[in-house]
């Protein structure tokens, strides 16, 4: 039996997990593996509370990504109460989502992976964090932290304040955004520009930097999930669902959201409280797929505004049509940033958004609905069940998280097979495992609240890596 | 003159409070100067270490990784902050003490609704045992100061860190002792955020 390594636990991500490696005894890896380790119970508990409340009460899944929830909650209510909310509500539902995403995709860039990108994987790990970085690049952690605000702020002058605004109501919107927020959010959209702009220089010359990283931070084909826009353009609010292979074929695609969840499978492994969905056509092992701003990247045809397009353009020029290395999250993330805040300049100019009529009127009219929005880290699923009186009988989440499990998993296994070459193991290499994590920018905040209801694959798995037995739902 | 030791823990929670504390946005920068923060989630420090003289501490007590936790942070600080309404309450992640304990929540989740059923993941050193019960911080350990909100606002903590860097008792306001509040005074939920406050502070 050869040796194991605990990484615990995993630091500069969004939630508590360890990594082990297994090597063998002649020092070569044997299995890496990402465990998820932190349970709370959510879909029990929502059982029996009003659909009203809901957005509220899962918003508090994750203080990260507060609104993805709000998001997809209260569309899933929508679809309950079987109304089209008015256009300003959607609008206003929109201007918030894209708040979300440039939060935080500002706090995956700059606050969590920052330090490794800018201050290098092998630097001293007591200064390897944000405070390290404002101390040794002031100007790029003040335009990071800056850049966040301009999300949260935009959140704040919605809902309220910055994390777990109830807001988003089945049928719409609580309070539309008054001029002088309009104005503010105006005031600060060139300087956002600019430092997503600062930005996307330092990771084209990180790609440069960085090539073995490129190579080797989870590089490999897989299937990518996400929403895209009738037009085919990018999406992150509502849209067709598609599922896409390594080459770009469309597999399927649906506007129909219950219809979505047929598609999806769930796996469970022991040593993780994080199930791993994967395509069900395909079955566990081809099913892998991955979601979030690499995937979304990849379905798309453009971005759909002018600098974030001519963004795309030089993106599949360094990375390809469809691009698989994961470390190209980060260049993503940077390029939705940009289109983000393209969209939200749009919007703010839109008139639609001083409408009165903000929220639909209904009833319970149907007793299930199913909720899709786009989250900073991927697709996101609400399915509820109800009572006639709107009393939740059933929960069901699907985290984009999950969604990356498998992918993440492969990922560890290439990074510590192409970084490990002996007994003695650097620290920098280490930590180049949980920056292959990084990339990814997990939250496990949302994703251990997921359960399924869908076919299940239950997997035991040797330490070797080898799969020693496994069972399937019919 | 040495810079203080400031630690941040994140127990059962959502982040929120952590998320509240990054907004705090620039004042981050001058915190740098002036505290070295030497564990939280944010920097890469794997062991809780010795003589830390602030701490924050989020989330409830959920599973015996915590509780492990919590007591090497107690022992090992001098100031302990119990840092939101999970922290203080229970809230929401202590919802689940009413189901009866952690059982029925991992069933729910790992077997009733999957098929076969059997697969609760099974708690070892990798995977921690839950506890039966979620237990507010103070239920555990000895707590210093409590700072409530779902989660308390950037500007609250930003007051109370403040406060203890200068080694000033937190003396809250009426309006910061709400659960689940804004930690703002009453009617001030929608005034913008100010950019002023932040810059006269750069």
Redesign the interface.
């Known amino acids: 039996m050869g040796q194991r390594i605990v990484i615990d636990p995993v630091t500069r991500i969004e939630g508590h997990a360890k990594i082990t490696l297994h090597l063998n005894d002649d020092h070569t890896v044997a299995d890496a593996r990402f465990h998820v380790t932190e349970f709370r119970g959510f879909e029990r508990f929502c059982e029996g509370r009003p659909l009203w409340e809901m957005p509220g009460l899962t918003a508090r899944i994750c203080g990260i990504c507060p609104v993805s929830h709000l998001m997809a909650s209260a569309k899933a209510g929508d679809a309950i109460l079987s109304v089209r909310i008015p256009p300003a509500a959607e609008k206003l539902r929109r201007l918030m989502n894209l708040g979300q995403i440039v939060q935080s995709h500002a706090l995956s860039f700059f606050h969590l992976s920052g330090p490794d990108l800018l201050l290098g994987f092998d630097s001293d790990p007591a200064a390897r964090n944000v405070f390290g970085l404002a101390q040794a690049d002031r100007e790029t952690a003040r335009g990071g932290i800056r850049l966040r605000q301009f999300g949260q702020e935009i959140i704040e002058f919605l809902g309220g304040k910055k994390i777990h605004p109830d807001w988003c109501v089945p049928g719409g919107v609580r309070e539309a955004l008054s001029d002088s927020a309009r104005e503010h959010i105006k005031q600060r959209i060139s300087e956002a520009i600019e430092t997503v702009r600062s930005a996307l220089d330092l990771i084209k010359g990180l790609l440069e930097r960085y090539p073995e990283e490129v190579t080797s931070f989870g590089h490999f084909p897989t299937l990518y999930l996400g929403l895209v826009a009738q037009d085919g353009s990018w999406e992150h609010y509502d849209g067709q669902l598609r599922i896409i292979n390594a080459d770009g074929t469309v597999l399927a695609e649906t506007s129909d959201a219950g219809d979505s969840l047929e598609l999806l499978g769930e796996s469970v492994q022991p040593d993780s409280y994080l199930k791993s969905p994967y395509y069900r056509p395909l079955g566990l092992t081809d099913g892998m797929y991955r979601v979030g701003p690499l995937a979304r990247l990849n379905l798309c045809e453009r971005m759909g505004s002018p600098l974030a397009d001519a963004e795309l353009i030089e993106y599949r020029q360094r990375g390809g049509r469809i691009v698989s290395s994961s470390f190209f999250y980060h260049y993503a993330r940077l390029v939705e940033i940009l289109a983000c805040i393209e969209q939200i300049d749009a919007l703010l100019d839109d008139p639609d958004l001083n409408a009165t009529h903000l929220r639909a009127q209904a009833g319970i009219n149907a007793q299930e609905g199913v909720g899709v929005s786009e989250a900073p880290r991927g697709t996101l699923f609400h399915h509820y069940t109800v009572d006639e009186h709107g009393l939740i009988r059933s929960v069901n989440l699907i985290i984009a998280t999950g969604q990356n499990n498998l992918a993440m998993n492969a990922a560890m296994l290439q990074i510590a097979r192409h970084w490990i070459k002996g007994p003695q193991i650097p620290e920098g290499v280490l930590n180049r495992l949980e920056a292959g994590i990084r990339a990814f920018d997990p939250c496990l905040s949302c994703s251990t609240h997921a359960i399924g209801q869908m076919p299940i694959l239950l997997q035991l798995i040797a330490p070797d890596g080898s799969v020693l037995d496994e069972v399937q739902r019919a | 003159m040495a810079r203080l030791r400031l630690a941040t823990v994140?127990l059962?929670?959502?982040?929120?409070?952590?998320?509240?504390f990054?907004?705090m946005?620039?004042y981050?920068?001058d915190?740098?100067?002036i505290a070295?923060?030497v564990f939280?989630?944010?920097?890469?420090?794997?062991q809780y270490p010795e003589g830390v003289d602030v701490v924050l501490v989020e989330g409830a007590v959920?599973?015996v990784?915590h509780l492990e936790m919590i007591r090497r942070v107690r022992a090992n600080s001098r100031i302990l902050i119990s840092f939101g309404d999970c922290a203080v309450t229970g809230n929401?992640?202590a919802?689940?003490n009413?189901?009866g304990g952690?059982l029925?929540?991992?069933e729910?989740?790992?077997v009733e609704?999957?098929?076969?059923s059997?697969?609760i993941?099974?708690p070892?050193?990798?995977?921690?045992k839950?506890l039966d019960r979620v237990l507010p911080v103070h239920a555990v350990v000895k707590v210093d100061t409590f700072l409530p909100g779902?989660?308390p606002?950037?500007p609250m903590i930003r007051t109370a860190l403040e406060k203890v860097l200068t080694g000033e008792p937190i003396d809250l306001m009426e309006h910061h002792l709400s659960f689940g509040g804004?930690g703002r005074p009453k009617g001030s939920?929608?005034l913008?955020?100010s950019?002023s406050s932040?810059q006269s502070h750069?």
């Open positions: 994140w059962g929670g959502c982040s929120g409070c952590h998320m509240s990054l907004d946005d620039e981050l920068i915190l740098a100067e070295e923060v939280s989630p944010l920097v890469d420090s794997k959920c599973n990784e929401v992640s919802i689940r009413v189901q952690a029925p929540v991992l729910r989740a790992y609704l999957s098929d076969p059997g697969g993941p099974s070892s050193d990798i995977v921690p839950l779902c989660p606002s950037g804004y939920e929608h913008p955020a950019p932040s750069s």
